[in-house]
T-cell receptor
């Protein structure tokens, strides 16, 4: 059982470039989220989805887009990369709410130069 | 918005108990979680507690919740070197959105 798979694991971008971070889960989970992790700041929610076709903004959505065309996939798009987006990005999925475990991917370490 | 705070570092000797603390600002009823992050990995759920409970025990882990002070703690008994990691508390909002604390780096020394 693969769980939550993120690709790539590492990426270096130049300022202004765009890219898509991929996230796929094989657990038929309805809820999926993207977080960024920065030193001393914990994880902050970027965007989340409660099911296919439904997305909403989290705490730090600026500069990122998402879509959810299937239950399995939840890609995160950086439209025009900035050095402030240098971070470790985590995708998570869960079956539901209320004591349900969120399963996390291994993370994507992104550096914007 | 919601604030969840943790101290950044904790160092203990192997075999001692570790206590990791967390405070939060929103007092509405919800689930509170403890996650563990090992180096280079994602987060793994350790345990959780609903906000109408005072305590939950799960093997070496004990979660204490003081609702009046909005204070959550995780006690790890007989701490081992394998427990060295970053520990995050998190509070669940609507749609399973999690608000995480800053994380506590636990270092276990021999």
């Amino acid at each position: 059982n693969a769980g939550v798979t993120q690709t790539p694991k590492f990426q270096v971008l130049k300022t202004g470039q765009s890219m898509t971070l991929q996230c796929a889960q094989d657990m038929n989970h309805e809820y999926m989220s993207w977080y960024r992790q920065d030193p001393g700041m914990g994880l902050r929610l970027i965007h989340y989805s409660v099911g296919a076709g439904i997305t909403d903004q989290g705490e730090v959505p600026n500069g990122y887009n998402v879509s959810r065309s299937t239950t399995e996939d939840f890609p995160l798009r950086l439209l025009s990369a900035a050095p402030s987006q240098t971070s470790v990005y985590f995708c998570a999925s869960s079956y539901g709410t209320g004591g349900m475990e969120a399963f996390f991917g291994q993370g994507t370490r992104l550096t914007v130069v | 918005g919601e604030d969840v705070e943790q101290s950044l570092f904790l160092s203990v000797r192997e075999g001692d108990s570790s206590v990791i603390n967390c405070t939060y600002t929103d007092s509405s009823s919800t689930y509170l979680y403890w996650y563990k992050q090992e180096p280079g990995a994602g987060l793994q759920l350790l345990t959780y507690i609903f906000s109408n409970m005072d305590m939950k025990q799960d093997q070496r882990l004990t979660v204490l919740l003081n609702k009046k002070d909005k204070h959550l703690s995780l006690r790890i008994a007989d701490t081992q070197t394998g427990d060295s990691a970053i520990y995050f508390c998190a509070r669940e909002g609507g749609g399973n959105k999690l608000t995480f604390g800053t994380g506590t780096q636990l270092k276990v020394e021999l």
